[in-house]
Protein backbone atom coordinates (compact mmCIF):
# COMPACT_ATOMS: atom_id res chain seq x y z
CA UNK A 1 0.00 0.00 0.00
CA UNK A 2 2.86 2.24 0.72
CA UNK A 3 4.13 1.74 -2.74
CA UNK A 4 0.85 2.90 -4.22
CA UNK A 5 0.97 5.69 -2.33
CA UNK A 6 4.51 6.95 -3.50
CA UNK A 7 3.62 6.40 -7.21
CA UNK A 8 0.34 8.06 -6.87
CA UNK A 9 2.34 11.51 -5.51
CA UNK A 10 5.43 10.70 -7.50
CA UNK A 11 3.94 13.29 -10.50
CA UNK A 12 3.51 16.06 -8.36
CA UNK A 13 6.70 18.20 -7.51
CA UNK A 14 6.17 21.75 -4.95
CA UNK A 15 9.28 22.72 -3.01
CA UNK A 16 8.29 21.95 0.58
CA UNK A 17 6.24 19.41 2.21
CA UNK A 18 2.73 20.91 2.51
CA UNK A 19 2.11 19.59 5.92
CA UNK A 20 5.92 19.94 7.82
CA UNK A 21 6.36 22.84 5.58
CA UNK A 22 10.27 21.44 5.53
CA UNK A 23 11.61 22.12 2.33
CA UNK A 24 12.51 19.11 0.12
CA UNK A 25 16.02 18.76 -1.47
CA UNK A 26 15.95 15.29 -2.99
CA UNK A 27 12.02 14.36 -3.50
CA UNK A 28 9.53 16.95 -5.04
CA UNK A 29 6.25 15.47 -3.57
CA UNK A 30 3.16 17.38 -2.33
CA UNK A 31 4.76 15.71 1.03
CA UNK A 32 8.01 14.42 2.09
CA UNK A 33 8.90 11.35 2.69
CA UNK A 34 8.39 11.47 6.83
CA UNK A 35 4.86 12.91 6.38
CA UNK A 36 4.28 10.82 3.59
CA UNK A 37 4.24 7.52 6.14
CA UNK A 38 1.31 9.43 8.01
CA UNK A 39 -0.48 9.17 5.35
CA UNK A 40 -3.10 6.33 6.62
CA UNK A 41 -6.77 5.42 5.31
CA UNK A 42 -9.67 6.20 7.67
CA UNK A 43 -11.71 3.40 8.86
CA UNK A 44 -14.63 5.65 9.33
CA UNK A 45 -17.87 4.31 7.31
CA UNK A 46 -22.05 4.30 8.01
CA UNK A 47 -23.65 2.44 5.51
CA UNK A 48 -22.64 3.57 2.07
CA UNK A 49 -21.33 6.55 3.28
CA UNK A 50 -17.30 7.04 3.98
CA UNK A 51 -14.19 8.90 4.75
CA UNK A 52 -10.68 8.35 3.18
CA UNK A 53 -8.61 10.18 6.06
CA UNK A 54 -9.08 11.11 9.75
CA UNK A 55 -9.45 15.03 10.42
CA UNK A 56 -6.16 15.33 11.70
CA UNK A 57 -2.66 14.47 9.92
CA UNK A 58 -0.92 14.99 5.65
CA UNK A 59 -4.53 13.92 3.96
CA UNK A 60 -6.36 17.25 5.87
CA UNK A 61 -3.59 19.67 4.87
CA UNK A 62 -3.86 18.49 1.16
CA UNK A 63 -7.55 19.61 1.56
CA UNK A 64 -6.89 22.52 3.30
CA UNK A 65 -4.99 23.06 -0.16
CA UNK A 66 -7.47 21.99 -2.35
CA UNK A 67 -10.40 24.60 -0.27
CA UNK A 68 -7.81 27.27 -0.29
CA UNK A 69 -6.58 27.35 -3.86
CA UNK A 70 -8.30 25.00 -6.10
CA UNK A 71 -5.46 23.47 -7.11
CA UNK A 72 -6.10 21.22 -9.77
CA UNK A 73 -2.81 18.77 -9.28
CA UNK A 74 -4.00 18.49 -5.69
CA UNK A 75 -7.40 17.55 -6.70
CA UNK A 76 -6.10 14.65 -9.15
CA UNK A 77 -3.85 13.57 -6.00
CA UNK A 78 -6.72 13.27 -3.69
CA UNK A 79 -8.59 11.67 -6.15
CA UNK A 80 -6.15 9.01 -6.39
CA UNK A 81 -6.43 7.87 -2.51
CA UNK A 82 -10.25 8.17 -2.86
CA UNK A 83 -9.92 5.39 -5.81
CA UNK A 84 -8.03 3.47 -3.16
CA UNK A 85 -10.58 4.07 -0.39
CA UNK A 86 -13.17 2.84 -2.45
CA UNK A 87 -11.77 0.12 -3.86
CA UNK A 88 -10.82 -1.54 0.05
CA UNK A 89 -14.28 -1.03 0.96
CA UNK A 90 -14.76 -3.28 -2.25
CA UNK A 91 -18.00 -1.25 -3.36
CA UNK A 92 -19.30 -1.62 -6.87
CA UNK A 93 -18.02 0.56 -10.08
CA UNK A 94 -20.33 3.39 -10.47
CA UNK A 95 -22.12 4.43 -13.59
CA UNK A 96 -21.95 7.96 -12.91
CA UNK A 97 -19.96 10.59 -10.81
CA UNK A 98 -21.55 13.51 -8.90
CA UNK A 99 -20.72 15.63 -6.12
CA UNK A 100 -22.49 17.74 -3.43
CA UNK A 101 -22.94 21.76 -4.86
CA UNK A 102 -21.99 24.47 -3.13
CA UNK A 103 -24.51 27.29 -3.16
CA UNK A 104 -23.94 29.44 -6.35
CA UNK A 105 -22.69 32.59 -4.09
CA UNK A 106 -19.94 30.51 -2.10
CA UNK A 107 -18.48 29.52 -5.69
CA UNK A 108 -18.78 32.60 -7.62
CA UNK A 109 -16.68 33.84 -4.57
CA UNK A 110 -13.67 31.29 -4.39
CA UNK A 111 -13.75 30.76 -8.04
CA UNK A 112 -14.01 27.13 -8.04
CA UNK A 113 -16.32 23.96 -6.09
CA UNK A 114 -13.55 21.67 -4.21
CA UNK A 115 -16.26 18.72 -4.42
CA UNK A 116 -16.79 19.09 -8.30
CA UNK A 117 -12.73 19.14 -8.85
CA UNK A 118 -12.32 15.80 -7.13
CA UNK A 119 -15.40 14.59 -8.88
CA UNK A 120 -13.76 15.52 -12.10
CA UNK A 121 -10.72 13.90 -11.22
CA UNK A 122 -12.57 10.60 -10.24
CA UNK A 123 -14.68 10.60 -13.26
CA UNK A 124 -11.30 10.21 -15.24
CA UNK A 125 -9.87 8.05 -13.19
CA UNK A 126 -13.38 5.74 -13.39
CA UNK A 127 -13.24 6.55 -16.93
CA UNK A 128 -17.19 7.01 -16.18
CA UNK A 129 -19.42 10.27 -17.19
CA UNK A 130 -19.66 13.54 -14.65
CA UNK A 131 -23.05 14.95 -14.60
CA UNK A 132 -24.39 17.93 -11.77
CA UNK A 133 -27.68 16.27 -10.35
CA UNK A 134 -28.20 18.17 -7.42
CA UNK A 135 -28.48 21.99 -6.85
CA UNK A 136 -27.88 23.65 -3.50
CA UNK A 137 -29.94 26.91 -2.04
CA UNK A 138 -27.87 29.44 -0.08
CA UNK A 139 -27.01 28.31 3.47
CA UNK A 140 -24.76 29.27 5.84
CA UNK A 141 -20.96 27.44 7.05
CA UNK A 142 -21.73 23.85 8.34
CA UNK A 143 -18.87 24.03 10.97
CA UNK A 144 -20.94 27.26 12.43
CA UNK A 145 -24.45 26.29 13.11
CA UNK A 146 -25.94 23.90 15.95
CA UNK A 147 -26.14 20.34 14.84
CA UNK A 148 -30.38 20.46 15.12
CA UNK A 149 -30.59 24.08 13.34
CA UNK A 150 -28.75 22.60 10.95
CA UNK A 151 -30.13 19.45 10.28
CA UNK A 152 -33.59 21.49 9.84
CA UNK A 153 -31.99 24.10 7.64
CA UNK A 154 -30.50 21.46 5.41
CA UNK A 155 -34.41 20.08 4.64
CA UNK A 156 -34.76 22.71 1.78
CA UNK A 157 -30.90 23.07 0.94
CA UNK A 158 -30.54 20.75 -1.86
CA UNK A 159 -32.97 19.27 -4.99
CA UNK A 160 -32.83 17.23 -7.91
CA UNK A 161 -32.21 19.10 -11.22
CA UNK A 162 -34.71 18.27 -13.62
CA UNK A 163 -34.41 15.79 -16.55
CA UNK A 164 -32.07 13.74 -15.00
CA UNK A 165 -31.66 10.68 -15.58
CA UNK A 166 -30.11 8.25 -13.19
CA UNK A 167 -32.90 5.33 -12.91
CA UNK A 168 -31.32 2.35 -12.52
CA UNK A 169 -27.37 3.47 -11.90
CA UNK A 170 -24.81 3.08 -9.74
CA UNK A 171 -24.17 7.12 -8.09
CA UNK A 172 -20.99 8.43 -6.76
CA UNK A 173 -21.55 11.27 -4.50
CA UNK A 174 -18.11 13.03 -3.91
CA UNK A 175 -18.13 16.37 -1.08
CA UNK A 176 -14.58 17.25 0.63
CA UNK A 177 -15.51 16.88 3.35
CA UNK A 178 -18.04 15.75 6.07
CA UNK A 179 -18.60 17.53 9.63
CA UNK A 180 -21.70 15.40 10.07
CA UNK A 181 -23.75 13.39 7.84
CA UNK A 182 -26.89 15.60 7.47
CA UNK A 183 -25.89 16.70 4.06
CA UNK A 184 -24.52 13.86 2.73
CA UNK A 185 -27.67 11.86 3.81
CA UNK A 186 -30.25 14.55 2.78
CA UNK A 187 -28.12 14.59 -0.86
CA UNK A 188 -28.82 11.31 -0.81
CA UNK A 189 -32.38 11.39 0.04
CA UNK A 190 -32.87 13.90 -3.05
CA UNK A 191 -31.29 11.41 -5.43
CA UNK A 192 -33.76 8.60 -4.77
CA UNK A 193 -37.28 9.93 -6.36
CA UNK A 194 -34.54 9.46 -9.85
CA UNK A 195 -34.67 5.79 -8.46
CA UNK A 196 -31.06 4.87 -9.06
CA UNK A 197 -30.11 1.22 -8.01
CA UNK A 198 -27.51 2.70 -5.37
CA UNK A 199 -26.25 5.53 -4.00
CA UNK A 200 -22.70 5.65 -2.42
CA UNK A 201 -20.59 8.60 -0.67
CA UNK A 202 -17.16 9.21 -0.63
CA UNK A 203 -15.26 12.43 0.98
CA UNK A 204 -11.73 12.92 1.57
CA UNK A 205 -11.68 14.04 5.63
CA UNK A 206 -14.80 13.97 8.09
CA UNK A 207 -16.41 11.93 10.69
CA UNK A 208 -19.35 9.96 11.28
CA UNK A 209 -20.70 12.04 14.79
Known amino acids: MQKLFHSILAFLYPPFCHHCQLPQEISKHLLCEECLQLLQLSQERVGRIATTF???GPGSTLLHHLRKKGDEHVAEALASFL??????????????VTYVPSPWLRSFDRGFTPSLLLAKAMARLFCKPLHSLLQCSYQPPQ????????????????????????????????????????????CVEVLMPGFPKEVYGLTVCGTMD
Open 54 to 56: EWD
Open 83 to 96: LVRWDSLGWPIPDI
Open 143 to 186: LNMRNLRQKKHLLHSFSLKKNKNIEGKVVLLIDDFIKTRHTMNQ
